[in-house]
């Protein structure tokens, strides 16, 4: 991978420093190696004008001034920039995440699966804009979009999910994407209907398994 400037601001002063773009990435996930991300032994005001950050900054800015700990912490907490090739990758793989979810779940008005060669040149008419969000979130606004110029729907499944409460908290981000209503039970339980696409449906369910150990009701509703 390239090497590419990480950036951030502490303390009213601007800091940056050269790193690794594949290991810096790894340490936002909070899975790289600082010691393999890190390329220059320096900390910068600017690093294309090559002015050095004094220690008294750096010791104002990070309380300290051990250089792997600043540049994690630059890294954590600031900006790694991309190249364009880069985003040009992410933004393809994003595509392909949803034009696969509608793969597999979309249909046209005869009920028959569309290709992935249709779908994209209905995709490149519509102009849809990709963002940085999960797959599962823009399919809807994509498939409302394609709407308007191809018959294609999702077929759904309504379903009454019951999550005890001692489970509750871990897995209400799971259903953010499918939910239709919920309602707290007098037990503290949550009971929400979500509308799951036919086929993410085994997806869903391992993951909501995997957290609840099997401990939710559910009842498919017509």
């Not at 303390?11 to 990435?25: P, Q, R, S």
């Amino acid at each position: 991978m390239p090497n590419v400037t990480a950036r951030s601001k502490s303390k009213g002063k601007h800091y940056e420093i050269l790193v690794d773009l594949d290991e810096a990435l790894r340490i936002k996930n909070g899975k790289g190696d600082i010691t393999s991300a890190l390329k220059s032994m320096n900390v910068f005001y600017d690093l294309n004008k090559g002015t050095i950050a004094s220690n008294s900054d750096l010791e104002d800015s990070f309380g300290t001034t051990e250089i792997y700990s600043i540049a994690k912490k630059i890294i954590e907490n600031g900006e790694v920039q991309k190249t364009q090739e880069y985003r040009d990758t992410e933004r393809e793989e994003r595509m392909k995440r949803v034009i696969n979810l509608l793969l597999r779940n979309a249909v046209d008005q005869h009920g028959r699966p569309f290709t992935e060669e249709r779908l994209s040149k209905a995709i490149d008419e519509v102009h849809f804009n990709f963002t940085n969000q999960p797959a599962e979130q823009q399919m809807p606004h994509l498939l409302t979009a394609l709407q308007k110029i191809i018959p294609i729907k999702v077929d759904t499944k309504k379903v009454r999910i019951v999550i005890p409460a001692r489970f509750t908290g871990q897995v209400y981000g799971v259903f953010q994407d499918y939910k239709e209503s919920e309602e707290w039970l007098p037990n503290g339980d949550l009971q929400i209907i979500v509308n799951i696409p036919a086929g993410m449906q085994i997806d869903f369910y391992d993951k909501l398994n995997s957290i609840t150990h099997g401990a939710v009701i559910s009842e498919e509703l017509s």
